[in-house]
Every structure is written in structure tokens, then in C-alpha cells.
């Protein structure tokens, strides 16, 4: 029988611990948080992250993730 159960790290969100699944991409992290992609501007350990390698980078124990979402308006 395999052993199914998923393993957890801690990472930092805009200075907030949050539990994802070893192995998450910042894709599945924006996914889960339900943020709109397209409306976003991510840092990862204090460097930019371009949208077109959020699929490919996995996040590790202790990254410590920013999170800024522009708001339209006038």
C-alpha cells in the first residue's frame, strides 16, 4: 500500500507563515490563493520573479515570498 499523505513545508507570505505541499510552484501557490496572475508582482528571497517562471519554480522550506497585487482605479 503507498502512503498517499501529502508533506507540508512552511513558507513566508508577505510576512506570514503559510503551510504548501512540498514541491509547490509559485503558479500553484498564486492558483490556491485564488489571486488573479495577471494583476501580480511576486519576489522570491528578495529577487523578481518574471510570471513566465512561476510554473517551473518550486518552492523550498523557509522561501520567503512578496506578494504585490495592483488595484485599478481613478
Known amino acids: 500500500m503507498q502512503d498517499t499523505s501529502a508533506v507540508n513545508i512552511t513558507v513566508i507570505v508577505n510576512g506570514e507563515a503559510r503551510q504548501v505541499p512540498e514541491g509547490e510552484t509559485i503558479a500553484g501557490l498564486v ?16 529577487r523578481i520573479v518574471k510570471r513566465a517562471q512561476w510554473a517551473a519554480m518550486r518552492l523550498r522550506a523557509g522561501a520567503q515570498l512578496e506578494i504585490v497585487q495592483f488595484v485599478g482605479g481613478g
Not at 492558483?31 to 528578495?46: F, G, K
Open 31 to 46: 492558483s490556491t490563493m485564488e489571486l488573479d496572475p495577471e494583476r501580480l508582482a511576486i519576489e522570491l528571497d528578495r
